[in-house]
């Protein structure tokens, strides 16, 4: 075989595969209980086979319409013999079609509304049709009544009730519709049928819609002469899609014809079902099957998010001179920055934390977040596969990753787009042509909670190019552009848990304790781990009860970076635990004392004159603490003042000792007890910054009022 019949063979046998791969996907055949001489028609599951509508031996009306019964045939038999389906449901006319609810107990089924008189003048044009419905006694039907919305002046008649039994769809030529005949439909709720709701123009149009059916799967089949077709009526069906409808698709050949097809039910994969049509010498019901379940309604897929930032812009700052913002992601990744981008392995439970550590020793220094997040995927089924390929070479597909939770996938299935399908989880496809392919998945699930059926899909866009190097040349001319990525406690598939948040526990009037340990046992303040804490701090117990924890401190701050210098020389005497806790003061006196500090600030510069005599500004601050402690009369103070490095030492501490107690003397002329009262100069031994500018220096000449315990 030459080069030349090789390649003719190998077309030949690719056109030949896709002519197959095109097939129609249904098989067709004629019931064996429809005859030719009458109309057979509208069937409905029920227990092991199907009621439906015949005119078989039936009279005919005024209008010379034969009238139609209700049959019933066991498709599990193989004889299927057919026979009425319920004398105590049978009137002089019409009866059917019919509906029957999950348990088959009760039925739902159209009739005219007067049944009992003469044939003649029962069956004039103006009795209309209505819906009933009756409820199985053991042998026979009984209960019959019928719905709150029948009327002589419209017909109401086709129901079908969905798989839940929470609504009835039905058709109806009630004078507020679109065209003739349109589909209706009426929930239940509070114990009644509600008013009826048309399914609006994108379903009916102004010829008619009939039979409709719904599947347990929630998609509506139904039969219509308005939406063009192959002639008379066809097929179709939509899914409810928020607060409107899918547009119609029309069933294909050969389940529709030219002729009217109409009054379809079939299994939630559409793998098989029955249907009605006139195709042959009378109306007749048709059996079909298909390879394939069908599925014809698709999102565009989402794509799932791993990528994140994460930032800190709140009022707690520090200087990042002496410290950096580190963030732990809880999977084994850290990233440095007050905002961080950062990308997860995949969907997950992560705890995630926001430390300020100290540059030189690398210890924390103070926790500003914390939080667990949990990252989930869309829920959806899902398309793994490259998004570009070329003709003749295969591209894998992956639908594994696809997340439905609280279903069990039943089955996978493919349309590639250029009218070849598969199943299978992980399917491979060849493309003979390039172009932009919509490749769709579509998954049939089982509820893990009731065994419902339910089916979703998606859709996901592939370029196919000629060849690789038309591919590598259309990909290198493309604009890239990179996307900021989303926050992550913003992103809609994020759940956010036990958030702790600094910055918003500060809001609560909190403080910032230098904690040098912690512990579960309590321990006494006399303990031998505490004597290498100079006699410039005092060792003071928090307990914590949200944890169960003794934390024991040595300074109180009213900002982060004012903590600093007493951390780093708890740090420098071996308390390698050492760290800033944020504390939300529980006392109230000590928690107006606070507000009162940040209103009227703590500078000695604003205190004191150069002659170190009481200002204007000190005199508001001091009658404000008169009037705390006046308020408070169990409150004690610790009046201590500070000073810069700038001079002797001793002369600083005389001189910090002397503001003190100027600051005393005035509480103790105001009325206040001097037992409550403590004045303590520190001189510049306990500073809360470093001395090197003339702004730092100010910061460290303070006046702080400490409540004593």
């Not at 009860?545 to 970076?561: A, C, K, R, V």
């Not at 408070?632 to 001189?655: A, F």
């Amino acid at each position: 075989m030459n080069i030349r019949t090789s390649v003719l063979v190998l077309v030949f046998i690719l056109l030949q595969s896709a002519a197959m791969a095109q097939q129609s996907p249904y098989n067709v055949t004629k019931t064996s209980f429809s005859t030719d001489n009458y109309d057979e028609f509208a069937p409905v599951f029920w227990k092991n086979g199907l009621v439906f509508c015949t005119d078989r031996g039936q009279a005919v009306n005024s209008q010379g319409q034969a009238v139609v019964k209700m049959f019933y045939v066991d498709t599990t038999l193989a004889s299927k013999k057919t026979k009425p389906f319920s004398k105590d449901l049978k009137s002089k006319l019409n009866d059917g079609p019919a509906s029957f609810n999950r348990a088959g107990d009760t039925i739902y089924f159209s009739r005219n509304l007067v049944v009992e008189g003469n044939f003649k003048l029962l069956s004039t044009y103006r009795n209309k049709l209505g819906l009933f419905y009756a409820v199985s006694e053991g042998k026979g039907w009984g209960r019959i009544r019928e719905l709150r919305f029948n009327t002589e002046w419209f017909n109401i008649t086709m129901p079908c009730l969905s798989h839940d039994g929470k609504r009835l769809y039905f058709a109806s030529d009630k004078p507020d519709g679109v065209g003739g005949l349109d589909i209706y439909y009426s929930n239940w709720k509070n114990g009644y049928w509600e008013d009826p709701v048309n399914l609006g123009p994108e379903v009916n149009t102004e010829g008619n819609e009939t039979y409709p059916f719904i599947s347990e799967t929630g998609e509506i089949f139904f039969a219509s002469d308005g939406h063009g077709g192959f002639g008379g009526k066809d097929i179709y069906v939509t899914k409810q899609k928020d607060n409107s409808w899918h547009s119609p698709v029309r069933l294909a050949a050969p389940l529709n014809s030219e002729y009217d097809d109409f009054g379809i039910v079939t299994n939630g994969e559409v793998k098989e079902g029955y249907f009605s049509s006139a195709r042959g010498k009378s109306v007749d019901i048709y059996h079909f099957t298909s390879e394939m379940p069908q599925v014809w309604f698709a999102d565009a897929q989402k794509e799932n998010l791993y990528c994140f930032s994460v930032s800190d812009t709140g009022k707690i700052v520090a200087d990042t001179v002496s410290l950096q913002y580190v963030w732990d992601f809880g999977d084994n990744t850290k990233a440095i920055g007050t905002k961080v981008h950062h990308c997860f392995p995949g969907p997950g439970r992560y705890n995630i934390a926001l430390d300020i550590m100290d540059r030189v020793t690398g210890n924390s220094f103070f926790r500003k977040q914390t939080y667990d997040v949990e990252i989930f995927d869309f829920d959806q089924p899902y398309i793994t596969s490259p998004l570009y390929g070329v003709t003749g070479e295969a591209i894998g597909f992956d639908g594994m990753k696809s997340y439905c939770p609280g279903y069990t996938i039943t089955g996978f299935f493919w349309d590639f787009g250029d009218g070849t399908q598969e199943t299978g989880a992980e399917p491979s496809h060849v493309f003979m042509r390039a172009g932009e392919y919509d490749v769709r998945l579509g998954l049939t699930l089982r509820s893990q909670t009731n065994g419902d059926v339910l089916k979703r899909a998606v859709t996901k866009r592939i370029r196919i190019f000629d060849t690789r190097q038309a591919m590598d040349s259309w990909l290198a001319a493309r604009p890239v552009t990179v996307a900021e990525p989303i926050d992550l406690r913003q992103y809609e598939n994020v759940i956010v848990r036990g958030q702790y948040w600094a910055d918003d526990e500060f809001l609560k009037e909190a403080v910032f304790h230098v904690e040098i340990l912690s512990s579960k046992t309590k321990m006494e303040l006399t303990n031998p781990i505490f004597r290498s804490v100079p006699s410039k701090y005092s060792v003071q117990e928090v307990f914590y009860p949200e944890s169960g924890t003794y934390s024991y401190i040595i300074d109180q701050q009213m900002s982060l970076m004012a903590a600093y210098p007493a951390y780093r020389e708890m740090l420098s005497l071996g308390f390698r635990g050492a760290m800033v806790r944020l504390y939300v003061l529980q006392d109230a006196a000590e928690r107006e004392l606070n507000i009162l500090k940040r209103n009227y600030g703590v500078m000695t510069d604003t205190y004191f004159d150069a002659r170190n005599r009481l200002v204007t500004n000190a005199y508001l601050m001091l009658d404000q603490v008169v009037m705390l402690m006046n308020k408070y009369p169990s409150l004690k103070l610790e009046i201590g003042v500070h000073t810069d490095n700038q001079g002797v030492p001793s002369v600083l501490e005389r001189l910090s000792q002397t503001r003190a107690q100027v600051i005393v003397n005035y509480l103790i002329n105001r009325g206040i007890s001097a037992s409550r009262l403590t004045a303590r100069g520190y001189g510049s031994t306990r500073p809360v910054a470093s001395n090197a500018t003339w702004l730092e220096r100010r910061l460290n000449r303070r006046v702080e009022f400490s409540v004593m315990r």
